[in-house]
């Protein structure tokens, strides 16, 4: 239980084109899913918060107009990169958390999304 | 000064050593701390959840949690080489309602 999935794994993209990364929750449902975003050899740095049916709450330093976020059911969220430059490559990580009964309420992260703007 | 600490390593020891994980933080209002392992180009994978002070034991993973030293340990019994990763250390202050504080991650190396 309590599994992610992302899709695409990777991607690659010519920079100004827009990329739309999904997250799903496969075996259970989640209020509230967070995107971050991971350098290469640093630690995560969560980008924003999306909770079900409402507006995405977004970290300081974060363009919501480039990351748009949809959370528009209950086992899926969307970050897509908007107009993408080679800055924005970064590993991209969601995450879900599990409140069923009995289960640890913490996050359950999914494997993550390569992004290459080139 | 950072709210976690953890340091970076890379700390690389032989197969079946006993290894010792920490991360100091700054924020004594944090009660839910937990530890992740993370393989290169994959996400995390959740592995222990504890609450406040005190051990908590699964196989050959042991977390201690110390709050009046602000201080929490990963320990890891008989390693082996699958071991090798990057453990990351994560706290929040009300369980998963609150977003989590990450350090920085330590990589593990395990040599046959």
């Known amino acids: 239980g309590a599994v992610v999935s992302q899709h695409p794994s990777r991607v690659i993209c010519k920079s100004g084109t827009s990329v739309k990364i999904e997250c799903r929750s496969l075996d259970f449902q989640a209020t509230t899913m967070f995107w971050y975003r991971q350098f290469p050899k640093q630690s995560l740095m969560l980008m924003a918060t999306s909770n079900e049916g409402s507006k995405a709450t977004y970290e300081q330093g974060v363009e919501k107009d480039k990351f748009l976020i949809n959370h528009a059911s209950l086992t899926l969220s969307t970050l897509t990169v908007t107009s993408a430059h080679p800055e924005d490559s970064s590993f991209y990580i969601c995450?879900?958390?599990?409140?069923?009964?009995?289960?640890?309420?913490?996050?359950?992260f999914g494997p993550g999304t390569r992004l290459l703007v080139l | 000064q950072k709210e976690v600490e953890q340091d970076p390593g890379p700390l690389s020891v032989p197969e079946g050593a006993i290894v010792s994980l920490n991360c100091t933080y700054s924020?004594?209002?944090?009660?839910?701390f937990m530890w992740y392992r993370q393989y290169s180009r994959k996400g995390p994978e959740l592995l222990m959840y504890t609450y406040s002070s005190g051990n908590k034991e699964d196989g050959r993973f042991t977390a201690q949690v110390d709050k009046s030293s602000k201080y929490i340990s990963l320990f890891i019994r008989d390693s082996q080489p699958s071991d090798s990763a990057t453990y990351l250390c994560?706290?929040?202050?009300?369980?998963?309602?609150?977003?989590?504080?990450f350090g920085k991650g330590t990589m593990l190396l395990v040599s046959p």
């Open positions: 924020n004594s209002a944090f009660q839910y």
């Open positions: 995450s879900a958390r599990d409140t069923r009964g009995g289960r640890e309420e913490t996050q359950y």
């Open positions: 994560a706290m929040s202050l009300n369980s998963g309602y609150s977003t989590l504080t």
